[in-house]
């Protein structure tokens, strides 16, 4: 069973920055495309960035290119997200999720969840 937990979500200014943390327990976590999703009050989930197994591809959202950095460290089973810039838009609990293929150019097909790691960013 493969589970994934959060970890680095917190309360920071506006400008500030943030380091995500995604840990995962599978065997095969380098054959997992590895994403961070968001999702804010009211409002539904919704895809962030995305990485592929191995040699760092990655997509990201519009409203995260050139702020957010993804990352993974396989030999960790772990998966990160950078923020910096960030804005009071950028308040969400945010997810790490998983899917057993290499498709990170897809933000769709996650279907392994944890459990959320709240972000609040203050003016």
């Known amino acids: 069973q493969v589970q994934l937990v959060e970890s680095g979500g917190g309360l920071v200014e506006a400008g500030g920055s943030l380091r995500l943390s995604c840990a995962a327990s599978?065997?095969?976590?380098?054959?997992?495309?590895m994403g961070w999703f968001r999702q804010a009050p009211g409002k539904e989930r919704k895809f962030v960035a995305g990485?592929?197994?191995?040699?760092?591809?990655?997509l990201y959202a519009d409203s995260v290119k050139g702020r957010f950095t993804i990352s993974r460290d396989n030999a960790k089973n772990r998966v990160y997200l950078q923020m910096n810039s960030l804005t009071p838009e950028d308040t969400a609990v945010y997810y790490c999720a998983a899917k057993g293929d290499a498709s990170y150019y897809m933000p769709s097909g996650y279907n392994i969840w944890g459990q959320g790691t709240q972000v609040t960013v203050s003016s």
């Open positions: 990485i592929g197994w191995s040699d760092g591809s990655s």
């Open positions: 599978v065997r095969t976590f380098s054959r997992h495309t």
